[in-house]
């Protein structure tokens, strides 16, 4: 495998990412010479699931290109201005002020006001139950408008979060079809417009010529793949897709076609080996057991096999470079290599004999787990290993009857999105056993609530502590997810989040160029 | 009457057949683990609460024998109800990929009944070793090769190595695959028994009589091998429901079979139940059909 277009470490990761800001400052990123107007991109990455952007709060990567929010995030993880050109925060952290953009305009022809974004939030206050933004919406004390082109929000309390989770407050126009309920056909202010939606299908999103970004879009529409059994690979080689996620073992093929480069996300998706917390039986109820189950996984084997050459080994919810990660809670990471000899001593100490107990084991189907599975036997223990669909396994999990898991979680516009699964009443808590711990519950909220980055920090990292040391789950490590782009786009590079639009680039500065 | 008879005690038999096989899938769905409220759930974060209010509007949470009930009794109106997950009409999905389904299935019965037919016909009228050959390959072929294999296959010779044809979308390759995968079932079978009926006295009469090979396989002996080609057409128009389902997939085909599996990974019950009523409904009726006419056409059965 041609190690140069893969070199991904964070380092390299951070070096693109800088790079990237770099070329946006100096023009457009991307574009040898002037980019060629016209075309349609054949993009397939996520799928489609609703014609609602409100309702829509999974890892999304369609409807970017056609709402836009008040802020996005960059390529290196960091807020940014979108619709809102600027914004600030209170000191204590409570109060918000967006200054909208002049001369953006909906997909109808009208111009974005504060009175419509005020009515977005409201909407999704009183409309969307559960997601990213439900807690987030309860803090919302008031929000309103303070003349045509600024809206005020007031907390009940500080959220750090919020100015990253508005990045997925999609800005609608209140005119939309089925605004009452659900709305069936967005008019947002992307440089493109929803057009023919067939669901698992395609959707046609036609270029919005009027969009508030002078000279963007390039292409004439983007055509976007949903259907779930094609063959991306070999579509890509064809020359069928322009833009596609691929699979890891895919890429040697690909890279040798010559006609694509591999590219990552910028954020990684993260690893793990949980065990049930919410119904724990003996003995895996027992710290030391888990710990010693830990122990018998080598994370090093499991982190190349996921991730190759860009997997990496650690114990946090952050990959090395992000600004939460912790080195020195990194080098202290007593599962970083695994240690069969203290693993059963932990075991002896526990009074545990492994071959007298099952795990009952439940994973997605794929082959990782399998390679956690035989590690976990070396201990002696039986292993009953149940491997179903994305519904399946996770409906599962919700049954709390099992005992352990070997699951992964991808990008996430913030690092809350990871920690809210933590929580008591976090949504979809299934994949880490389903913690229920008040002490973990305050420390998350007490990082949500910091206004101070270094305060944050450091109340996460307790957070961390408190995990490890309750052994709720084990962090594996990081892989970045890959995409591949046909050379003959230009001026496209994955952001941080699947998103396909953002302030600083996506598919508004794409290009199609002669083959 | 006494022809009618049989004919509408198949098709009751058939519908009865079908009406069973989408109770099975209404019970197969229900096995799975998950619903659709899971797959909403996860998309949207609901919390435990909200997702059972939400299955309680649904009415997922009733009796599955009541759900069943309620269903049928819509669909039997015409109604097959919403799709949960992407709310729309179930029918609206239907129109969209039937078409597909259709263009597909009744290109690759062409392609499979012409070729094996006109082998059998063309390797019976010139006593050809060398046609003979070919229909043994392409018996063998149709046994040994999955059509997803053949379908990688032809992706990677016609449009990696080639350039000729598309990956997604394309109708050509899956229609010449499932061709000449129908046409190898059964020309071994048509050969064989038109290789009979040129024994028949009538045949040898016209041979007798001087008339042209191919005069013969059509006037004479394509009417004799007529009821078998019928009940082999009726084999291959039923086989093609699994064979159209796997190349939707692989040539990424929105069509009725990529549709069902989509909507059983997102246990959108409606669309399945839907999807496999059309599809059930559609045997029956083929069967059904097949049936009428072999009555019509050889008073044998009848007898």
Redesign the interface.
């Known amino acids: 495998m041609p190690r140069s277009s893969l070199s991904l470490s964070r380092r390299g990761l951070l070096a693109s990412a800088a790079g990237l800001g770099v070329a946006a400052l100096a023009g457009r990123s991307g574009f040898a010479a002037t980019p060629t107007a016209g075309g349609v991109l054949r993009y397939a990455t996520l799928g489609l699931?609703?014609s609602d952007p409100h309702?829509?709060?999974?890892s999304i990567a369609v409807q970017q290109c056609y709402v836009e929010a008040l802020t996005s995030i960059a390529a290196d993880g960091s807020v940014e201005p979108f619709l809102a050109e600027r914004f600030t925060v209170s000191p204590d952290g409570r109060n918000y002020r967006f200054e909208l953009r002049p001369g953006v305009t909906f997909h109808n022809g009208d111009p974005l006001t504060a009175a419509d974004v005020v009515a977005n939030i409201e909407r999704v206050k009183s409309k969307?139950?559960?997601?990213?933004l439900?807690s987030a919406m309860k803090l919302v004390d008031g929000a309103a408008a303070d003349g045509p082109n600024v809206v005020t929000l007031s907390l009940s309390k500080p959220y750090a979060p919020l100015l990253n989770l508005f990045s997925e407050l999609w800005i609608l126009s209140p005119k939309s079809d089925g605004w009452a309920e659900?709305i069936k056909t967005p008019i947002g202010t992307g440089p493109f417009t929803f057009g023919t939606w067939?669901?698992?299908?395609?959707l046609t999103a036609p270029a919005y010529r009027n969009y508030w970004r002078s000279g963007e879009p390039h292409l004439s529409a983007i055509e976007f793949?949903l259907?779930?059994?094609?063959?991306k690979a070999?579509?890509l080689?064809?020359?069928?897709?322009h833009v596609a996620n691929v699979e890891r073992d895919t890429v040697e093929a690909l890279v040798a076609s010559g006609k694509v480069d591999i590219k990552a996300l910028k954020d990684t998706a993260w690893f793990s080996i949980a065990f049930n917390n919410r119904k724990p039986r003996p003995p895996f109820d027992d710290p030391r057991v888990r710990s010693a189950i830990a122990l018998a996984v080598d994370k090093a084997a499991i982190m190349k096999f996921v991730g190759g050459a860009e997997g990496v080994v650690t114990n946090q919810l952050v990959a090395p470079g992000n600004v939460y990660f912790d080195q020195a809670l990194h080098d202290a990471d007593p599962f970083a290599k695994p240690d069969l000899a203290k693993a059963k001593a932990l075991l002896a100490e526990a009074r545990v004999k492994p071959e007298d107990h099952t795990i009952e084991f439940v994973s997605w189907v794929g082959p990782y787990p399998q390679i956690v599975v035989q590690m976990v036997r070396k201990l002696g223990f039986k292993v009953n290993h149940v491997a179903?669909?994305?519904?399946?396994a996770?409906?599962?999990l919700?049954q709390y009857d099992w005992d352990m898991n070997a699951m992964s979680s991808g990008p996430r516009a913030d690092l809350f999105l990871r920690w809210v699964r933590l929580m008591t009443?976090g949504?979809?808590p299934v994949l880490w056993g389903g913690i229920q711990d008040a002490e973990l519950d305050r420390t998350i909220t007490a990082a949500v609530e910091e206004p101070d980055l270094a305060r944050r920090k450091a109340i996460y990292l307790d957070a961390t502590r408190r995990v490890a040391e309750k052994v709720y789950f084990v962090v594996l490590g990081h892989a970045p997810d890959l995409v591949a782009v046909a050379k003959t786009v230009q001026g496209y590079e994955p952001g941080f989040t699947w998103a396909c639009h953002w302030a600083s680039g996506g598919v508004a500065r794409a290009a199609l160029v002669a083959a | 009457m006494r022809r009618l008879l049989p004919v509408v005690t198949a098709l009751a038999a058939g519908l009865a057949r079908a009406l069973a096989i989408v109770a099975v899938a209404f019970f197969l769905c229900r096995v799975m683990p998950g619903d659709v409220v899971d797959v909403l759930g996860l998309e949207g974060g609901l919390t435990d609460a909200q997702q059972a209010e939400l299955r309680a509007a649904l009415g997922l949470d009733r009796p599955v024998i009541a759900q069943f009930v309620d269903w049928g009794a819509q669909a039997l109106g015409g109604d097959f109800g919403r799709s949960v997950r992407f709310d729309r009409p179930v029918a609206e999905m239907l129109v969209h990929a039937a078409p597909v389904t259709l263009e597909l299935a009744l290109g690759s019965f062409g392609v499979g009944i012409g070729l094996a037919f006109g082998l059998a016909i063309a390797a019976t009228s010139l006593r050809s070793r060398v046609l003979d050959a070919v229909i043994d390959a392409l018996n063998v072929w149709s046994i040994a090769v999955p059509t997803f294999c053949a379908g990688v296959v032809g992706i990677i010779v016609f449009s990696l190595w080639l350039g000729w044809l598309p990956v997604i979308g394309s109708l050509v390759l899956p229609i010449l695959i499932i061709g000449l995968d129908n046409a190898g079932q059964i020309v071994k079978l048509v050969r064989e028994d038109l290789a009979e009926a040129v024994m028949l006295p009538h045949v040898r009469t016209a041979r007798a009589k001087g008339l042209s090979p191919w005069r013969i396989a059509l006037v004479h002996v394509l009417p004799v091998a007529a009821p078998i080609a019928l009940v082999l057409s009726g084999l291959v128009l039923s086989g093609l429901v699994a064979g159209t389902l796997t190349m939707e997939i692989l040539f990424g085909l929105p069509g009725i079979g990529s549709l069902m599996l989509n909507a059983v990974h997102g246990r959108d019950l409606p669309v399945v139940l839907a999807a496999v009523t059309v599809v059930a409904v559609a045997l029956v009726a083929i069967n059904t059909l097949v049936d009428a006419l072999h009555r019509l056409i050889d008073p044998r059965v009848t007898r």
């Open positions: 699931d609703t309702r829509h709060t999974g969307v139950k559960g997601g990213w439900a659900t067939v669901p698992k299908v395609k793949d259907g779930d059994g094609t063959d070999l579509a080689r064809a020359g069928d897709l179903l669909d994305d519904i399946g996770q409906k599962r919700g009443d949504p979809n």
